[in-house]
């Protein structure tokens, strides 16, 4: 049973940092491809970053040059630095897990971004 549990939100003023944690049980997470998803009030769940099981990334435009994700293979951990964090990233972030058919979600992390 896949299992991804975040950690890492909280509430921060304009311009700060937050570093948010992914750590996955239930999976050969070196195969799998990793991502960060948010979703804002009243807004669909959009993609914010991914990284494939061999390191590619693909990064959302809005956050490009402000975050970044990496993954520990040996902790089953992907993490998402985010500074210069602005009001408009104000979401829950959810972590996701992709290979194949398999689609798995973790139960998400607020992050508030307001001075």
């Known amino acids: 049973q896949v299992q991804l549990v975040e950690s890492g939100g909280g509430l921060v003023q304009p311009g700060g940092s937050l570093r948010l944690s992914c750590a996955a049980s239930g999976i050969i997470f070196r195969l799998y491809s990793m991502g960060w998803y948010r979703q804002a009030p009243g807004k669909q769940r959009e993609l914010v970053v991914v990284i494939t099981s061999g390191g590619s990334t693909n990064y959302a435009d809005s956050v490009k040059g402000r975050f970044t994700i990496s993954r520990d293979n040996a902790k089953n951990t992907v993490y998402l630095q985010m500074n210069s964090l602005e009001p408009e990233d104000t979401a829950v972030y959810y972590c996701?897990?992709?290979?194949?058919?398999?689609?798995?979600w973790g139960q998400g992390t607020q992050v508030t971004v307001s001075s």
């Open positions: 996701n897990a992709r290979l194949g058919i398999v689609n798995s």
